[in-house]
């Protein structure tokens, strides 16, 4: 599909021909949530897109102190798409966000930051295109409530796919008692499948705004599915998860439902990953290749990996943020927690896809998930890679035996690294090993995400009672 615009005259030619209304202008703080701001199009000028358009960055959390606030937008006219959900005719920009008190790319920007890295990519002499290809897996229900307070917390999530339904009284309808159960709905058709003109729609308008969608399915755990799309260069893959996760909680919300990336939702079923391909080329060959090797996989490509799996504690506190993450990587639900690499294999934490010729090569780490910020998952693995091609870095493997029958004894016998255990080990581990970021990221950076982590993550889920304790403690 691609790009709708390449300059600033097709912008407003595209405009004009879609009789726009409005320009939505957005940007992703360091969460990797969307924000945005609405300019009327007749009040949009050229000049605008080219200097810049002011804004409070002091309102967005862990930015700029109020004293320092005004920052530019700058938009991305090559990003231009129209908002399929809007009343009004509206085109959607996506920008980077600019400092003008350093006169450069704002040095907290997740985007800004992945366009540093692309750069230094290059001036390192290592590559000059970086391919990256997120699988985003999400959950939809039909009801979610959610409650925290003082002497009570808890939540409840409803899908007509539950098992927890097979005896609940539907009326006059009916319990109809097609349902898939735990880890029961990998690819069965309808009625099993409820969600298939759900997905068909959603991939729909994934195409309508720009990307190239693959396939849809169900995938293995209850109200579950994913829709693979094409991948693409870092920044545009970035830009692509954004899309995709907009539109999927927008479809699914125009329909009655509720969409989640929420990597462990269901207590006892599998979670949702974002499993990430990538590969670097130069010259246009593939950097990852070497014909012959095992699954192909070149000596630059096995040390790209033994750069991600030495700084994994480092790079889990941005591919896997959230204290949630850390109850998908648990053993007994495909969880990708140990840190080796294999062809084919589902069971370690980077898997080398099967079949690959010398275009499609290709390393796929299997550990993020969706509430990673994507310009900063794809930027953290790449840095960590391009310091294990510079050192040499060896990674463990490869290994083809089912890895989730390990024991834990036998995964230390063996000295098979894994990853951190929880968004706390993950943040230790940055606090303790950030060299290899800072070619891109600034200290200041580095240290504001660790704290902003401990402060909206670690801290208040720590601090916290769940209903587990109290039934396995309350009586003791």
């Not at 079949?355 to 299997?366: F, H, L, Y």
Request: hydrophobic share 40%.
């Amino acid at each position: 599909m691609g790009k709708f615009v390449n300059n600033v005259d097709e912008f407003f030619k595209f405009c004009e021909d879609n009789e726009v209304e409005f320009v939505d202008f957005r940007f992703t703080d360091i969460k990797g949530m969307w924000h945005h701001i609405s300019y009327r199009m007749s009040a949009v000028e050229a000049s605008m897109l080219e200097n810049g358009l002011p804004f409070d960055g002091s309102s967005i959390e862990a930015w700029q102190p109020i004293e320092k606030s005004d920052m530019l937008l700058k938009p991305d006219v090559e990003t231009a798409f129209l908002d399929p959900f809007t009343a009004d005719s509206t085109v959607i920009v996506i920008c980077d966000v600019y400092d003008i008190y350093e006169n450069e790319l704002y040095a907290k920007c997740p985007r800004s930051i992945a366009k540093k890295t692309l750069k230094y990519m290059e001036e390192a002499g290592i590559g000059d295109q970086a391919f990256f290809g997120p699988e985003n897996e999400f959950f939809i229900f039909d009801d979610v409530k959610i409650w925290a307070g003082v002497n009570q917390s808890g939540y409840k999530v409803d899908s007509e796919e539950g098992c927890w339904n097979r005896n609940k009284n539907y009326g006059e309808v009916g319990n109809m008692g097609h349902r898939s159960g735990l880890k029961g709905g990998y690819f069965p058709v309808m009625p099993i499948d409820t969600m298939v003109d759900l997905r068909a729609e959603m991939m729909q308008v994934l195409e309508d705004v720009g990307l190239t969608v693959v396939l849809g399915h169900h995938e293995v755990a209850q109200a579950q599915g994913e829709i693979g799309i094409k991948f693409d260069s870092l920044i545009e893959a970035a830009d692509n998860v954004q899309k995709y996760k907009y539109v999927v909680k927008m479809v699914a919300h125009l329909n009655g439902k509720t969409a989640t990336f929420m990597p462990k939702p269901l207590f006892g079923d599998n979670g949702n990953g974002m499993h990430v391909h990538q590969s670097i080329w130069k010259d246009g060959k593939n950097l990852f290749y070497k014909e012959g090797e095992y699954a192909n996989l070149s000596e630059t490509a096995l040390h790209y990996l033994g750069g991600i799996f030495k700084h994994a504690h480092a790079v889990a506190a941005f591919t896997n943020p959230s204290t949630n993450s850390y109850k998908r990587l648990v053993p007994g639900f495909e969880a990708p927690s140990i840190l080796t690499y294999s062809s084919q294999n589902r069971s370690a934490a980077c898997r080398i896809p099967y079949g690959a010729g010398e275009m499609a090569t290709r390393i796929e780490t299997r550990f993020p998930d969706s509430t990673a910020c994507p310009y900063l998952a794809f930027s953290v693995l790449m840095l960590a890679g391009i310091d294990g091609i510079k050192n040499k870095y060896e990674p463990v493997g490869p290994m083809d035996i089912d890895l989730f029958e390990l024991t834990l004894k036998e995964i230390r016998e063996k000295n098979i690294p894994q990853m951190p255990h929880t968004l706390r080990e993950a943040l230790e581990g940055l606090i303790a090993d950030n060299e290899f970021l800072r070619p891109v990221m600034t200290e200041d950076f580095i240290d504001t995400y660790q704290h902003y982590m401990f402060e909206r993550q670690v801290w208040p889920d720590e601090s916290r009672p769940t209903a587990f304790e109290f039934k396995s403690t309350y009586s003791c």
